[in-house]
């Protein structure tokens, strides 16, 4: 089973919504903040957004202020992504993944394991 399992990716044109779940079925990243990254074709995998173990502190990426939310449901063991007036340059395959601590991580060597990503696909 997977520790990490991510969806709700799809087809949205630009200026809609989507709302991207990161779930743990194994329960395993109850004590560890949890990122979003993407990688679009032909680019490097970049940071998204990131929450601590609790909820308590967020972080990120520069051109998704304002227009992202990452939030944490503990009881539940979801992390979401709340994606709004997307844009054509979001389409990627975004992935979520568990800090190595309770913190915040933003780059890809301070996760210790990845889900297997979700396409996001946002048209003009």
């Known amino acids: 089973q997977e520790r990490l399992v991510e969806s709700g990716g799809g087809l949205v044109q630009a200026g809609g919504s989507l709302r991207l779940s990161c779930a743990s079925p194994?329960?395993?990243?109850?004590?560890?903040?949890v990122s979003w990254f993407r990688q679009a074709p032909g680019k490097e995998r970049e940071f998204v957004a990131a929450?601590?173990?609790?909820?308590?502190?967020?972080s990120y990426e520069d051109s998704v202020k304002g227009r992202f939310s990452i939030s944490r449901d503990r009881s539940k063991h979801i992390v979401y992504l709340q994606m709004n007036s997307l844009k054509p340059e979001d389409t990627a395959v975004y992935s979520c993944?568990?800090?190595?601590?309770?913190?915040?991580?933003?780059?890809?060597?301070?996760?210790?394991?990845w889900g297997k990503g979700t396409q996001v696909t946002v048209s003009s």
């Open positions: 929450i601590s173990w609790n909820g308590g502190s967020t």
């Open positions: 194994r329960r395993t990243a109850s004590n560890n903040g």
């Open positions: 993944a568990a800090a190595r601590g309770a913190g915040l991580a933003t780059t890809p060597s301070g996760m210790a394991y």
